[in-house]
């Protein structure tokens, strides 16, 4: 049994997905989240900016005493894994790409959409990795920059969420031959009723809920899971917005949990 908690980050409040998975599915498991709202979105910066950033957090939460890390963002996922597992080699550190493209290709999907943001399209890490389990996979992607800033701004459940979806997947959808589509960002799964009632034939797959499948795996074959415990939750995040602080409580709210703003040097 391991107690201590497990901690999520990313880019702003998409991970919130993430864990909400996890309380689900293994509500003793108490987690630190950090999300960087000061400096979201990382979808649109470079690679040596995001792996500054994440480097930052996962050693701030690597001082907190995490027993495991999931990093809760597609683009970090893909820009920096394999360094922030080189830093930190002695924490189990997982990404939200590997455990998608395992399910995907468990599946047999033939034919799989991706949407994402840019950083994460531009690096073809879910081609390149579907293709090398099924080099005969036809992938389609998708970048869709303007939806993580406004869910961050709690547009959540508007009709302008809907016509940008619209505006970005129509075509997308229309001239493609896909039925299986993967929400390859954390804050996707926010917006999945408008994709659903858009476009209902296609099958959705969410990076937020794989990952957490998988490590739940982990937790229990290397007898980590948590027991009955007092910890509270804690959520961090580099700016105090409004939309960070509604949608946690919003989510968590049957969760004993405290919000905290904590920021870094430099
Ligand atoms: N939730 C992050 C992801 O999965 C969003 C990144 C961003 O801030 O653009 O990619």
Same mark, same amino acid.
């Given at each position: 049994m391991d107690n201590r908690p497990i901690g999520f980050f990313d880019s702003g409040l998409g991970g919130l997905t993430s864990v909400l998975e996890l309380h689900e599915k293994l509500p003793h498991e108490k987690v630190i989240y950090f999300g960087d709202?000061?400096?979201?979105?990382?979808?649109?910066? =470079?690679? #040596?900016?995001i792996r500054q950033f994440a480097s930052q957090i996962v050693d701030y939460l690597v001082s907190k005493n995490v027993k495991m890390i999931i990093i809760a963002c597609n683009t970090v996922t893909a820009m920096a894994l394999d360094y922030l597992r080189q830093c930190h080699p002695d924490v189990p550190i997982y990404g939200v790409i590997g455990p998608t493209v395992r399910k995907v290709s468990k599946d047999g999907c033939a034919k799989v959409g991706i949407i994402a943001t840019k950083a994460t399209i531009s690096s073809g890490v879910y081609s390149k990795k579907l293709k090398a389990i099924n080099p005969d996979i036809e992938t389609y992607s998708l970048a869709c920059p303007a939806l993580v800033p406004?869910? #961050? #701004?709690?547009?959540t459940h508007t009709e302008i969420m809907e016509k940008t979806v619209a505006y970005y997947m129509d075509d997308f959808v229309r001239n493609n031959d896909f039925d299986n589509l993967i929400l390859g960002c954390t804050h996707y799964p926010l917006i999945s009723e408008h994709i659903h009632k858009l476009y209902p034939e296609l099958r959705l797959y969410? =990076? =937020?809920a794989e990952v957490v499948n998988e490590m739940s795996d982990y937790l229990s074959e290397n007898d980590m899971l948590a027991g009955a415990n007092e910890y509270i939750d804690r959520y961090y995040a580099s700016d105090l917005s409004d939309n960070f602080i509604n949608m946690t409580e919003l989510l968590f709210k049957d969760r004993d949990s405290k919000i905290k703003l904590v920021k870094f040097e430099g």
């Open positions: 709202t000061a400096r979201t979105p990382y979808g649109s910066k =470079s690679p #040596e900016t406004l869910i #961050e #701004e709690g547009f969410s =990076s =937020s």
